[in-house]
């Protein structure tokens, strides 16, 4: 049996995730190496350490497998969170920290429906109770 082809609106969601995830992947070493780097901390150290939890769901990302759209949104929970922080705490780095919250929000919300639209088209959801 062949799997079916994504709908059209799947595949804007899969767009808008991959639109935040690189997104994010381009932000952080700008963020941290040219913009404002860090006087306390290694720049290049803190880069990587913000990229590491992006390098998990790229290969499922790009071969469109709902089950890693959908967990990958733990991740851009963090973005999402660190962003979110660094409003109320960095205000003068306010154009990186909006740009985060926008490309982490687009890696969540495009993964989610996503992952709930291609399971539904495939069977995947979860079972209902009787």
Do not use: D
């Not at 899969?14 to 690189?22: A, C, E, K, N, S």
């Not at 913000?50 to 499922?60: E, H, I, S, T, Y």
Request: charged share 10%; aromatic share 16%; net charge positive.
């Amino acid at each position: 049996m062949a799997i079916p082809a994504p709908e059209p609106r799947m595949l804007i969601a899969h767009r808008l995730t991959l639109t935040g995830y690189f997104g994010l992947i381009l932000l952080i070493p700008a963020w941290n190496l040219w913009w404002y780097p860090s006087a306390t901390f290694s720049n290049q150290i803190l880069t990587i350490f913000w990229l590491l939890p992006l390098a998990f769901p790229l290969v499922g990302l790009l071969k469109s497998k709902a089950y890693t759209h959908a967990w990958s949104g733990f991740i851009a929970v963090i973005y999402i969170c660190h962003a979110l922080t660094s409003l109320l705490t960095n205000f003068n780095e306010l154009s990186a920290i909006l740009l985060e919250l926008i490309f982490a929000i687009l890696f969540l919300f495009g993964g989610m429906y996503f992952a709930k639209w291609r399971g539904e088209q495939l069977g995947l959801q979860l079972p209902k109770k009787k």
